[in-house]
């Protein structure tokens, strides 16, 4: 197993991805006892502007808060996409809203309809667990009972179900 992931989680404000990236590196940290940093980024607008985490998990030092070299990106909208796909090496794995996203790269690019996924289990605001399954499925980096217990630190008690089952959907 990889003992170091960098990666990357970006849409727009709204879409959780920053709650997932804080939930990410606290599975890490927190139930692993890995090393872990996660430095965000989001413009001024709390809805609909670029909004990315960067996660880091290493089981020796990390020397850079930030993903340098970033193993995954999720990327959740068109911009998002495109600010990565020409910066990341060309074994970096993309994986994209295809219900939102057209992949300019081709290979290392996997397509999943998050959008429509998210509505179809009850809730858009699904759309981070469904991200984070897509992480796990992917990159193995955390167990998915770590993940579970940090997103339980982060989400109220009454949506844990519903975003439970969220991020299980892709191991299915």
Same mark, same amino acid.
């Given at each position: 197993? *990889?003992?170091?992931?960098?990666?990357?989680?970006? /849409?727009?404000?709204?879409?959780?991805?920053? +709650?997932?990236?804080?939930?990410?590196?606290?599975?890490?940290?927190? !139930?692993?006892?890995?090393?872990?940093?996660?430095?965000? $980024?989001?413009?001024?607008? $709390?809805?609909?502007?670029?909004?990315? &985490?960067?996660?880091?998990?290493?089981? /020796?030092?990390?020397?850079?808060?930030k993903? @340098?070299?970033?193993? !995954?990106?999720? &990327?959740?909208?068109?911009d998002?996409?495109?600010? !990565?796909?020409?910066?990341? #090496?060309?074994?970096? =794995?993309?994986?994209?809203?295809?219900?939102? +996203?057209?992949?300019?790269? /081709?290979?290392?690019?996997?397509?999943?309809?998050?959008?429509?996924? $998210? +509505?179809?289990?009850?809730?858009? *605001? =699904?759309?981070? $667990? %469904? #991200?984070?399954? %897509?992480v796990?499925?992917?990159?193995?980096? +955390?167990?998915?009972?770590?993940? @579970? *217990?940090?997103?339980? *630190?982060?989400?109220? @008690?009454?949506?844990? /179900?519903?975003?439970?089952? &969220?991020?299980?959907?892709?191991?299915?």
């Open positions: 197993m *990889k003992k170091k992931w960098q990666i990357v989680l970006a /849409g727009e404000g709204g879409q959780g991805m920053i +709650v997932a990236g804080v939930a990410l590196a606290e599975a890490a940290a927190v !139930f692993e006892g890995k090393n872990a940093t996660q430095a965000q $980024s989001y413009g001024i607008a $709390s809805r609909g502007g670029f909004s990315s &985490a960067e996660v880091v998990i290493n089981e /020796g030092e990390i020397f850079y808060p993903a @340098e070299e970033p193993d !995954f990106v999720l &990327a959740l909208t068109q998002a996409y495109n600010r !990565f796909y020409n910066w990341v #090496s060309p074994e970096c =794995l993309i994986v994209y809203d295809s219900d939102r +996203v057209t992949s300019k790269r /081709g290979a290392n690019d996997l397509g999943y309809p998050l959008s429509v996924t $998210s +509505v179809r289990l009850g809730s858009e *605001k =699904l759309i981070n $667990s %469904l #991200s984070l399954g %897509l796990l499925k992917h990159t193995r980096c +955390v167990k998915p009972e770590s993940l @579970e *217990k940090a997103l339980a *630190k982060q989400l109220p @008690e009454k949506a844990m /179900g519903a975003n439970v089952k &969220a991020l299980g959907y892709w191991q299915e």
